[in-house]
C-alpha cells in the first residue's frame, strides 16, 4: 500500500518551454502533497506544500510563478515549470501524505522526475 | 530552526564489513526521525523511523537505528553491509505539528567494495 507514482520519469526541454509533471497517490488518498527538488549530489529541498483544493504553500524563495502546483483532486498533484530554463534542470521528487486526525501524516515518495532543459 | 547534519559525506565499507552512518538533529522537542536510502535516478525508500518508545527502532534490509536524546542523535547501523547496499542514505526529521514537514540532511554516499 501506499504508492506514488510521478509521470513521466525523465523529460528533455527546449528551453523557453512549459513541462508539466504529475504525481498520483495509486492506492490512498493523499490530502497533502509536498514537492521537493533535488541538485545532483545534494540533498532534497522542500519546494512547496499543497493540500487537496486549496494554494500551495511555497517555500521561501521558491518562486511561484515559475512553479506552478496543482492538487484538484486527493489523487492527484501536478508541478508545471513555465518558460523552463537549463538552470530548472534538476530531480523533482513528490511525496503524498494523507491527514488523519491526531496522526502523524507520513510521507510516501515518488520515484522522481529528471528534468533535463537544453 | 530544526536542522540535520549528517557528517560524513561519503564512507567506503567493505562488502561483510560493519556500517554506522551518523545523523544528528535540532529541533525543539523530540522530533520524529526517519533514514531513507536513495539508489542512482530513484526516488526515497523509508528504512526505518523512530517516533516514540522503544529507542532501537529495527528497519527493512537488516538495517537498525538509535535514538540517543542526550546526544541528539539517530545513527543508522547494520552489522553485515552487502554489496547492494551501496546507495544515498538521508536522515530527515519531521516536525510534529503542522504539515508534518522533512527536513532533510545532505545525505552519506555509501560505497561498497568486494
Known amino acids: 500500500g501506499a504508492v506514488v507514482s510521478q509521470h513521466p520519469s525523465w523529460v528533455i526541454c527546449k528551453s523557453g518551454t512549459s513541462v508539466k509533471i504529475e504525481c498520483r497517490s495509486l492506492?490512498?488518498?493523499?490530502?497533502?502533497m509536498f514537492w521537493y527538488r533535488q541538485f545532483p549530489k545534494q540533498s532534497l529541498m522542500l519546494m512547496a506544500t499543497?493540500?487537496?483544493?486549496?494554494?500551495?504553500?511555497?517555500e521561501q524563495g521558491v518562486e511561484k510563478d515559475k512553479f506552478l502546483i496543482n492538487h484538484a483532486s486527493l489523487t492527484l498533484s501536478t508541478l508545471t515549470v513555465t518558460s523552463a530554463h537549463p538552470e530548472d534542470s534538476s530531480f523533482y521528487i513528490c511525496?503524498?501524505?494523507?491527514?488523519?486526525?491526531?496522526?502523524?501524516?507520513?510521507?510516501?515518495f515518488g520515484p522522481g522526475t529528471r528534468l533535463t532543459v537544453l | 530552526a530544526q536542522s540535520v547534519t549528517q557528517p560524513d559525506i561519503h564512507i567506503t565499507v567493505s562488502e561483510g564489513a560493519s556500517l554506522e552512518l551518523r545523523c544528528n538533529y535540532s529541533?525543539?522537542?523530540?522530533?520524529?526521525l526517519f533514514w531513507y536510502v536513495q539508489s542512482p535516478g530513484q526516488g526515497l525508500q523509508l528504512l526505518l523511523k523512530?517516533?516514540?518508545?522503544?529507542?532501537l527502532v529495527q528497519g527493512i534490509k537488516g538495517f537498525e537505528a538509535e535514538f540517543k536524546r542526550s546526544q541528539s542523535s539517530f545513527n543508522l547501523r547494520k552489522p553485515s553491509v552487502h554489496w547492494s547496499d551501496a546507495a544515498e542514505y538521508f536522515c530527515?526529521?519531521?516536525?510534529?505539528?503542522?504539515?508534518?514537514?522533512?527536513?532533510f540532511g545532505t545525505g552519506t554516499r555509501l560505497t561498497v567494495i568486494p
Open positions: 529541533y525543539g522537542a523530540t522530533p520524529y
Open positions: 511525496s503524498a501524505s494523507s491527514r488523519l486526525a491526531g496522526s502523524y501524516n507520513e510521507q510516501f
Open positions: 492506492d490512498f488518498q493523499a490530502t497533502t
Open positions: 499543497s493540500n487537496e483544493g486549496s494554494k500551495a504553500t511555497y
Open positions: 530527515a526529521v519531521g516536525e510534529r505539528t503542522g504539515a508534518n514537514n522533512l527536513f
Open positions: 523512530y517516533f516514540s518508545g522503544d529507542t
